[in-house]
């Protein structure tokens, strides 16, 4: 990340309560996603959540994206 982008997304974690929780959910999306690519079989339930973390990994990233949009400047 540039240096630029590095200073805004710090800023925002600390000046904007949306974006700081939308950075954590992506973070816990990321640490239980890489608990369990370490399993060597998951279950159907197991499976099905895989796929609802990861697409609530990318939904949080994507607000995290549409926040810094509308603060550069």
């Given at each position: 990340?540039?240096?630029?982008?590095?200073e805004q997304v710090?800023?925002?974690?600390?000046?904007?309560?949306?974006?700081?929780?939308?950075?954590?959910?992506?973070?816990?999306?990321?640490?239980?996603?890489?608990?369990?690519?370490?399993?060597p079989h998951l279950?159907?339930?197991?499976?099905?959540?895989k796929k609802n973390?990861?697409?609530?990994?990318?939904?949080?990233?994507?607000?995290?994206?549409?926040?810094?949009?509308?603060?550069?400047?």
């Amino acid at each position: 990340m540039p240096k630029k982008e590095d200073e805004q997304v710090k800023r925002l974690l600390d000046e904007n309560k949306e974006f700081r929780d939308s950075y954590n959910a992506h973070r816990d999306c990321e640490s239980k996603l890489l608990r369990m690519e370490k399993r060597p079989h998951l279950s159907d339930a197991g499976i099905v959540e895989k796929k609802n973390l990861k697409k609530l990994k990318l939904a949080m990233k994507d607000k995290m994206e549409r926040i810094i949009s509308g603060h550069r400047g």
